[in-house]
């Protein structure tokens, strides 16, 4: 029974904490969540200055993008909608293959 008790309130801490993060992260402006996984990708890649520049910006055209394309649900059929995500994707990783380097790409997964 005490057990019980123990895991019980372990996921009632986990629960709160994880939604806590999401509420913080959710609250966050675009720009600030763009700069964000930037960070992330210039740790991971090991980015130079001009090229966490050059993602940034690629990032953040995706970001908006996106936010114009979930703009448009319900006024859009959602097969056109996904068709249209996938070639942001696209679009997304072309643009970055033109500042990574071979080795950043593999990095990435991206080919």
Known sequence: MKRKKMIVATLVVLMTLFGTKSLLWAQKS???????????????????????EQVYIINLKKVKAHQELKSTRGEMPREERKEQLSKMRLEWKNDLKTVLNEEQLKKMHIE
């Open 30 to 52: 675009q720009e600030d969540r763009v700069s964000h996984r930037t960070e992330h990708m210039a740790k991971k890649l090991d980015l130079t200055e001009k090229q966490k």
